[in-house]
């Protein structure tokens, strides 16, 4: 049997650890920390396809869609729900982007549907607020981010036939071909290694990394935040119309005749994004920060910016926040959808997919092992 060792806990890991034993391969898994405590969990948990660019980007995030509802039936305890979204105009100028994006030629592939205000209300009861119409997304889903990475760790460790070792409180430090070492020494040897170190660019990625000219990926900070459970029930995940200016898939004709954004939109680059979790609290967000180093503190102006925002739309006040968090994300650099690149031989890097990572996760582990099975046999034999 073929032996993965996956250096990091977090989505992108556990989904290679998945791919890696659905291949009947033995798998060890390292994580610095108890449990993965990086952007994985820090995050709405959507399953975003209604705002990715055509072509190459839309059909990762398509695959990764398909691959999303499989896997539920199997993890149940992801939390999994085919909801769907709604993109809210506040104005004409953003209802005619949406308009437009309702007639691209892949509007039926993403499941777009131009609806005015009185039916996006019956779509989603809890929008009591103004708007001037809205974009359904059907393809949309969501998760549950903070346990993600613990639930499919727990399907990987069921008894079975012992082919999954999870190893909490391991940072790698040292790699060598088809080998890594921790911090105490232990050296874990597989047919293949994969580092998926999400936006740690020093430790062990981080000589590799430093190789490149520009470098191939940037970390980006955000700001987000969670309220006590919500008195409705929010049937969609809900964005306003500053996602508009951030996703590519709204890169329209129209997109030119966007007003300005609010000020402190425009100075912490903000886009309202609201899911309702399992427990029904509210998380909202959320905020880009691109230039390091990043503050150590969070600006108070981004929260009340995006939480009255979410008021208008819901018509409603919100519950009391009960949680604020920072997170950092890596996001390529280079036009591509993530980073991967041979470190050593038999040695992978995989990471930089951005706002996308929990979204492409397991199409990315997937097309990981088809192409290091194709790229000259990085599965083959240990020297």
Same mark, same amino acid.
């Given at each position: 049997m073929d032996r993965v060792v996956i250096v990091g806990g977090g989505v992108l890991g556990v989904m290679h650890a998945m791919h890696a034993r659905e291949r009947g391969m033995a798998v060890v898994q390292l994580e610095r920390e108890p449990a993965a405590r990086g &952007? *994985? /969990?820090r995050n709405f948990g959507l399953i975003w396809v209604s705002g990715r660019a055509p072509g190459p980007e839309l059909a990762l995030a398509q695959r990764a869609r398909t691959l999303w509802e499989e896997l539920a039936? !199997? /993890?149940?305890? #992801? %939390?999994? !729900?085919?909801?769907? *979204?709604?993109?809210? #105009?506040a104005d004409d100028a953003e209802l005619a982007v949406l308009k437009e994006a309702a007639e691209l030629?892949?509007?039926?592939e993403r499941g777009f549907e131009l609806l005015d205000e009185a039916a996006a209300r019956t779509v989603n009861p809890a929008l009591? %607020?103004?708007? #001037?119409?809205?974009?359904?997304c059907r393809r949309d889903a969501?998760?549950?981010? !903070?346990? /993600?990475?613990?639930s499919f760790r727990d399907y990987l460790r069921a008894p079975r036939d012992g082919g999954y070792a999870w190893l909490p409180g391991r940072e790698a430090v040292e790699v060598a071909p088809h080998a890594v070492r921790d911090h105490t020494g232990e050296w874990h040897r597989g047919d293949l290694v994969v580092l998926c170190t999400g936006a740690a660019h020093t430790g062990v990625a981080g000589a590799h990394l430093a190789g490149y000219e520009p470098p191939p990926v940037r970390r980006v900070r955000l700001q987000?935040?969670?309220? &006590?459970?919500?008195?409705g029930l929010l049937e969609t995940a809900v964005a306003d119309g500053d996602s508009l200016r951030y996703y590519p898939a709204f890169d329209l004709p129209g997109r030119a005749g966007l007003g300005p954004q609010a000020p402190t939109a425009a100075a912490t680059a903000a886009q309202l994004l609201l899911v309702q979790r399992l427990d029904g609290s509210l998380t909202i967000g959320d905020t880009h920060e691109y230039d390091e180093p990043f503050a150590f503190d969070v600006d108070e102006a981004a929260y009340e910016h995006l939480r009255g925002r979410a008021e208008r739309l819901l018509g409603a006040t919100l519950p009391p926040i009960r949680r604020r968090w920072a997170g950092v994300y890596s996001q390529a650099t280079t036009g591509e959808l993530y980073h991967r690149s041979q470190v050593a031989p038999g040695v992978v890097l995989v990471t930089g997919p951005g706002g996308r990572g929990m979204t492409c996760a397991p199409a990315i582990a997937e097309e990981t092992f088809d192409r290091t099975a194709g790229d000259g046999g990085l599965l083959g034999a240990r020297p």
């Open positions: &952007a *994985s /969990v039936d !199997r /993890v149940p305890a #992801a %939390g999994f !729900r085919a909801r769907g *979204s709604l993109t809210l #105009a030629p892949d509007a039926g009591g %607020g103004l708007f #001037a119409g809205a974009l359904l969501i998760v549950e981010p !903070r346990l /993600v990475p613990a987000m935040m969670q309220t &006590a459970p919500f008195g």
